[in-house]
């Protein structure tokens, strides 16, 4: 049974070892930056061209966002950008990172691109990213539901409330008609960094999991799969 293993940060294997733990034979796409943009349409390319048994996703910040270009015009210097399932198929997302992100000082990244991250970021409107970011969210979901394959999610933070700074960074869903759409079956009540957080296994950047926290995380999440 093949398991396709979607996120950010949280899942990429340069920092993460929580993935055997959980499934026996996957294949990780995960890169740390992305918005939700990139992890539904990464999975939604992949489970167009290949045959996976099974999804775990974990969607990423709610206020990260990104600016899709074709391939021949993107600034390969700026690190936050990156190809739709990590190979050149001609779709280009140019990652925010959220509002702490490197595009504000970035030097290699165009100007007409920063300024329309900064626009965003300046807006009032605070549901502005909560409309994009779960509209992603949803439709994955909606794919994933309407293929009939199974699947489970989570975040890697509780997106539906208001939390500390590191959350702030990354946004709070502020509509909640969002979450009366999803399918609660299919969801994993645990998020990392809370988890994290919570039973004293944060690592030194404060918010992603130590290896050992990883560990008794997945540990916890692998009830959820039964």
């Known amino acids: 049974m093949k398991t396709l293993i979607l996120g950010d940060s949280f899942t990429d294997t340069w920092s993460n070892n929580w993935h055997g733990i959980l499934f ?26 290949r045959t996976y048994d099974n999804v775990f996703v974990m969607f990423t910040g709610i206020n990260r966002t990104s600016i899709p270009l074709p391939t021949d015009t993107i600034p390969e210097d700026y690190y936050f950008n990156f190809p ?5 198929n001609g779709l ?17 990244l165009d100007k007409s691109i920063k300024d329309i991250f900064k626009k965003q970021y300046s807006s ?66 645990l998020p990392p960094y809370q988890y994290g957080r919570d039973n004293d296994c944060l690592d030194e950047d404060g918010f992603h999991l130590t290896k050992d926290g990883q560990a008794k995380w997945a540990k916890e999440v692998k009830k959820y799969l039964t």
């Open 84 to 88: 739709i399932t990590q190979y050149r």
């Open 92 to 108: 280009h997302l140019i990652q925010s990172g959220g509002s702490c992100g490197t595009w504000d000082e970035s030097k290699t």
């Open 24 to 49: 026996d034979d996957y294949d990780i796409y995960a890169k740390g930056g992305v918005d939700n943009s990139w992890i539904s349409r990464t999975g939604i390319h992949l489970l167009s061209e």
């Open 124 to 189: 009032d409107n605070l549901e502005f990213f909560t409309h994009l970011s779960m509209y992603d969210v949803i439709a994955f979901l909606s794919f994933l539901e309407a293929r009939n394959i199974k699947h489970k999610y989570t975040f890697i933070y509780d997106v539906f409330k208001k939390g500390d700074r590191n959350e702030h960074c990354l946004g709070v869903c502020r509509n909640l008609d969002y979450w009366e759409l999803l399918n609660k079956q299919n969801y994993i009540p």
